[in-house]
């Protein structure tokens, strides 16, 4: 113990004679420097996050609003193929006394032949939506899987900004300068 006080004392002894020499406030100036660049860095960080959270948001209200237009156009379809298998299976004794039906030529058929290319049309259209349903799906998985490893990065850097500060805590002890307090007084002089 009478050894390690006696270190210490001979450090400070050696860090004050170190002191005035250019070469330590050029390292201190220096350790400042690259301390104020980590920040500034985590600053840009924290700007573009933001800015891929708004971008995410954005895909993430489109997807939904596309999702609604599916689900109702699924809702839809259910429902006519109820009436179309209501509609197969009525039996009245009209029907049953004709037995097959007439092969019909008349403004009923071209309505007929109208209503099929319509529901052609539609199902083909119904193909296309699940389609780019599908696509937009991957398309959002992999949004929030890049969104979650720069919440991870984001996440990191306070810690790593802390472990860098404590890092240069036995330079500033051994060169008797507080880095918070310069931090301090830079960032008074930049409010000037």
């Given at each position: 113990m009478q050894k390690s006080?006696?270190?210490?004392?001979r450090m400070r002894v050696h860090h004050?004679?170190?002191l005035g020499q250019p070469v330590a406030r050029n390292l201190i100036n220096e350790n400042l420097t690259s301390i104020i660049d980590v920040k500034i860095k985590n600053r840009e960080v924290?700007?573009?996050?933001?800015?891929?959270?708004?971008a995410l948001g954005k895909k993430k209200d489109s997807?939904?609003?596309k999702n609604v237009a599916l689900q109702s156009l699924v809702y839809q379809k259910n429902n006519l193929m109820l009436e179309i298998g209501d509609c197969t299976t009525f039996q009245t004794k009209e029907l049953n006394k004709i037995g097959e039906f007439p092969q019909?030529?008349?403004p009923d058929a071209e309505v007929h032949a109208k209503?099929?290319?319509?529901?052609?049309?539609e199902l083909q259209e119904?193909?296309?939506l699940y389609e780019k349903f599908k696509d937009i799906s991957a398309q959002k998985d992999q949004a929030e899987k890049k969104l979650a490893l720069l919440k991870q990065q984001y996440e990191d850097y306070p810690g790593l900004l802390?472990?860098?500060?404590?890092?240069?805590?036995?330079l500033q002890d051994f060169f008797g300068i507080s880095g918070n307090k310069i931090c301090a007084k830079l960032e008074e002089a930049k409010s000037l």
């Amino acid at each position: 113990m009478q050894k390690s006080f006696q270190q210490q004392k001979r450090m400070r002894v050696h860090h004050r004679l170190f002191l005035g020499q250019p070469v330590a406030r050029n390292l201190i100036n220096e350790n400042l420097t690259s301390i104020i660049d980590v920040k500034i860095k985590n600053r840009e960080v924290q700007t573009f996050l933001e800015g891929i959270k708004g971008a995410l948001g954005k895909k993430k209200d489109s997807v939904d609003e596309k999702n609604v237009a599916l689900q109702s156009l699924v809702y839809q379809k259910n429902n006519l193929m109820l009436e179309i298998g209501d509609c197969t299976t009525f039996q009245t004794k009209e029907l049953n006394k004709i037995g097959e039906f007439p092969q019909i030529n008349s403004p009923d058929a071209e309505v007929h032949a109208k209503t099929i290319e319509k529901l052609t049309a539609e199902l083909q259209e119904r193909k296309f939506l699940y389609e780019k349903f599908k696509d937009i799906s991957a398309q959002k998985d992999q949004a929030e899987k890049k969104l979650a490893l720069l919440k991870q990065q984001y996440e990191d850097y306070p810690g790593l900004l802390k472990k860098l500060e404590e890092a240069s805590v036995p330079l500033q002890d051994f060169f008797g300068i507080s880095g918070n307090k310069i931090c301090a007084k830079l960032e008074e002089a930049k409010s000037l």
